[in-house]
């Protein structure tokens, strides 16, 4: 496993490239008699491999794109050499998912060893496209196939980091949607000393902002937390301190639940902004809906599992950033989220543990022992 995951570090794979990781995943997933099919749409590479025509299909999935390093000189250790200190594993993409992809390869090598035939079907779906900001070549291209061919995924895990403080503490069952708003307040440029020629949009949004800042869009569910609301940034500059600016750039951003719709926030919105007499432009996007996999098959399963593994009940949740198990759930398989710990991803020194990534490899061949 930690030969995997050093040669899929070194693959300088920042976002939506993958520079070698899938060809790597390849060769090994042909070891063990997967099918492997390379999907590239644009820019992104993507692999779809599978064993077995039976159902029920169950399938890993996960990202060999990675984030910027940022500043090399804030790493210890190059981010695209693996560098392994004690228990410490560092390198770009060690929690943020390339370790959990090299865990769920070893762990099906290990089931197959075992496990000569099964009775269904496993599969990968790996991607390079879900750090970046458009995610419109990667799983959701997978998914386009994989539904024209008829290839319905029942179960599937996704290897986001979930964990808190330790594997397997979190498990996402599910994730809120994302809508950002990109806002300008159009006002009048002049002299800060004649006020009265010029249209101030930085006073006149004030009271907008606030009421914005003080709405209370939904109270959520027993599954999901109330819708949050969040400026991004402000920007309005003239280069002078005796200008009025003749705008305000205004960014935002809703997290929110099913309780709420896109369509419905974006009506509020624009309610409060008519309501406080502004003049403005806004565009809308929206990256995610919200996807939820109630309690069922494999939710029980992989509780079951970890609670005889690791000693405790891991809490399932719908809290943090968007995922691409949202193009995954509107096929109707059960997915959820499970990975390394979230502690130090996108983040300069990025590392996990060894007894970390032995832990999420035990999870996952016991999964695949427990389902098949």
């Not at 003049?279 to 599992?305: N, Q």
């Not at 991803?345 to 061949?365: A, C």
Request: neutral net charge.
């Amino acid at each position: 496993m930690l030969k995997l995951l050093e040669k899929l570090i070194a693959c300088p794979s920042i976002t939506p490239e993958d520079a070698g990781c899938q060809a790597i995943l390849t060769q090994e997933l042909k070891k063990i008699n997967f099918h492997c099919e390379s999907l590239p749409f644009g820019p992104v590479k993507n692999l779809w491999a599978r064993l077995g025509s039976e159902k029920p299909l169950f399938v890993f999935a996960g990202h060999t794109d990675v984030v910027p390093p940022g500043p090399l000189k804030e790493w210890v250790h190059p981010p695209f050499a693996f560098t392994l200190q004690k228990d410490l594993v560092f390198g770009r993409g060690t929690a943020d998912m390339k370790g959990a992809i090299a865990a769920m390869v070893v762990a099906c090598r290990e089931f197959l060893e075992k496990q000569k035939k099964i009775k269904g079907s496993l599969a990968f779906l790996i991607t390079s496209d879900e750090e970046g900001p458009d995610n419109v070549d990667g799983t959701q291209k997978v998914i386009d196939v994989l539904n024209a061919r008829k290839e319905k995924i029942d179960y599937c895990i996704v290897g986001e980091p979930s964990g808190k403080h330790t594997v397997g503490d979190e498990i996402k069952m599910g994730r809120r949607g994302s809508l950002s708003g990109l806002l300008k307040i159009i006002g009048k440029q002049g002299h800060v000393a004649y006020p009265q020629h010029a249209k101030n949009p930085l006073a006149l949004a004030i009271p907008f902002l606030q009421r914005l800042q003080e709405t209370s869009w939904d109270q959520g569910n027993s599954f999901f937390p109330p819708t949050s609301f969040q400026f991004v940034s402000l920007r309005s500059d003239t280069q002078a301190l005796n200008v009025i600016p003749s705008h305000l750039n205004i960014n935002f951003n809703f997290r929110y639940s099913p309780e709420i719709t896109a369509e419905k926030i974006q009506a509020k919105v624009i309610a409060l902004l008519q309501q406080c007499t502004l003049d403005y432009e806004i565009k809308w996007i929206h990256s995610a809906i919200p996807f939820l996999t109630p309690p069922g098959t494999l939710t029980c399963l992989v509780t079951k599992i970890i609670e005889k593994t690791q000693g405790f009940t891991p809490k399932l949740t719908t809290d943090g950033g968007t995922s691409d198990a949202r193009f995954i759930a509107p096929t109707g398989a059960q997915v959820l989220e499970l990975g390394l710990c979230r502690e130090s991803i996108h983040q300069t020194n990025e590392h996990t543990t060894i007894k970390d990534l032995e832990t999420l490899k035990t999870l996952y061949r016991e999964i695949l022992f427990s389902l098949f």
